[in-house]
């Protein structure tokens, strides 16, 4: 991808309204506690869809109607989704105005296979409509689209909504509810039988988290972010590796890890070993790891249900010894970590506000002890990303770009289900050491041509 001069150019910006106004008694949507503690930053992922393979290929008229479509489905959908085309009103609510969401359209001056080929993370930033770690996530309007339109009329739909409405869960609602708008409308379905949407209708969107978890009526702190230039790296685990890895990572006390515990002990490992050899004074490396609250309540609430309804649980394991770390043992401690915070979780956000207030602050205060390596864990795995057919078939790769925070993973599925694309984000020192771990190396492929993964996938 290097060699590809690629330009990105922004042709039209469009506010897209509600389709009908939003009734005045919904006009103040209460946040939730963990809504209000949700660092200012964006909730974004990239969607791919390559053009009709077909002698009948994306015409300048084909891409033109694919707008309108994406358009008029967005505006029907935010009727449901409203308080989206609100804007931050204060630390406790979004009024719901209909103020709209911002909607760009971008041309791209090469062919969707040039970026699928090897993909690049931070060229993949300018199919975003704002960047990531933008200030304006915390303030005015919530929802920014960008449709990217390839030479070859591939199309890259790239979705940022304030991460102080939205978690991973609540950005699959939106795009899959958004899908099925535009699915059930589009006059001219453009894929053939064996593409039509097999995703059910997410249903209506539940806004009830607030309820659940009451926000408090005055200014809390966020946890923060202190963005710079740090190296992402892409490692794909595919089928096969993975189950030779989790077996390597199973023991008595647990013996059939998962692939996201699999993954996340191999990369916990992989960073011990270089805060040993860059660091020098690290006596603690700690990782934490989000939950999706949403199965974990009682009774459990609908995927559909809006909000940063996340907590986190930590793990810790001592440094300074010289012995090898071991796969296993990191499981463990994985596993017991989740235990106990599925034990006292819920309990601890409801009931004590303050003990959420404090985990906050936590994540604050390791991420900047100089004597603590702190890593943040965020899987994505399971989340339906991969469904959304806007009738013109599913997406080939679903995608986050280059993120400008240190120390952080993104975990997600591969297309299949089955594989798990991780996305480490490091500073340039610690990326150069962590690259040459060789048991990573062993069981992950360093950025793999997307291309080839969807052509595996269909033999």
């Known amino acids: ?55 009948d290929h994306d015409t300048e008229n084909k891409i033109a109607e694919k707008l309108r479509h994406l358009k008029s489905s967005l505006s029907k959908m935010l009727t449901q989704l409203y308080p989206l085309a609100g804007i931050i009103k204060d630390h406790i609510t979004i009024e719901c105005n209909d103020e709209g969401a911002e909607f760009v359209e971008a041309r791209v001056s090469c062919r969707l296979c040039d970026i699928l080929k090897q993909p690049d993370s931070v060229l993949l930033g300018n199919f975003l409509p704002v960047e990531i770690e933008s200030t304006a996530a915390q303030s005015g309007r919530l929802l920014f689209v960008q449709a990217n339109i390839f030479t070859c ?12 409405i939205a978690d991973a869960a609540t950005l699959g609602t939106f795009i899959n509810s958004w899908a099925t708008a535009a699915a059930a409308a589009d006059p001219h ?31 809390i702190p966020t946890m923060r972010l202190i963005p710079d230039k740090y190296a992402t790296k892409r490692y794909v685990f595919n089928t096969s590796n993975l189950a030779a890895l989790k077996a390597k990572a199973a023991s008595a006390s647990v013996q059939q890890p998962t692939r996201v515990e699999s993954v996340t002990a191999l990369m916990w490992k992989c960073m011990i070993n270089v805060t040993r ?40 394991q001592p440094v300074a010894a010289e012995e090898e770390i071991d796969l296993p043992g990191l499981v463990w401690a994985l596993r017991k970590g989740k235990k106990e915070f599925n034990k006292n979780a819920l309990e601890m956000i409801n009931v004590e506000k303050r003990t959420w207030l404090k985990m906050c602050g936590v994540v604050d205060l390791f991420a900047r002890r100089n004597d603590v390596d702190y890593c943040a864990y965020t899987s994505w795995c399971r989340f339906p990303l991969y469904e959304a057919d806007f009738g013109w078939g599913k997406p080939v790769w679903v995608t986050l770009p280059h993120t400008m ?43 793999p041509s997307v291309l080839e993964e969807a052509h595996d996938e269909s033999h």
């Not at 949507?29 to 209000?36: G, I, T, V, Y």
């Not at 952080?408 to 990326?431: N, P």
Request: charged share 20%; glycine share 4%; hydrophobic share 40%.
């Open 153 to 164: 009329g591939g199309l890259a739909i790239g979705v940022c909504i304030s991460h102080k």
């Open 189 to 219: 379905p453009h894929h053939h039988h064996h593409h039509r949407p097999t995703h059910e209708s997410p249903g209506s969107p539940l806004f009830m988290a607030s309820s659940l978890f009451p926000p408090l009526d005055k200014q």
């Open 277 to 316: 050899s860059n660091k020098g004074l690290k006596k603690l490396s700690l990782v934490s790891h989000s939950v999706d609250l949403r199965k974990r309540v009682v009774p459990p609430l609908p995927e559909n249900t809006i909000g940063n309804i996340v907590g986190m649980f930590f793990s810790a």
């Open 1 to 55: 991808m290097a060699e590809t001069v690629m330009k990105v150019d922004v042709i039209a910006r469009e506010t897209i309204k509600p389709s009908s106004p939003t009734p005045k008694a919904l006009e103040d949507f209460k946040l939730c506690l963990m809504d209000q503690t949700a660092p200012a930053m964006f909730t974004a992922l990239l969607f791919f869809y390559p053009a009709a393979n077909d002698a």
């Open 405 to 447: 925070l240190k120390n952080v993973v993104y975990l997600l599925d591969t297309k299949d289900g089955e594989g798990v694309e991780a996305l480490v984000s490091l500073t340039k020192e610690d990326m150069a050491e962590f690259e040459r771990q060789e048991m990573l190396l062993q069981f992950a492929d360093v950025n």
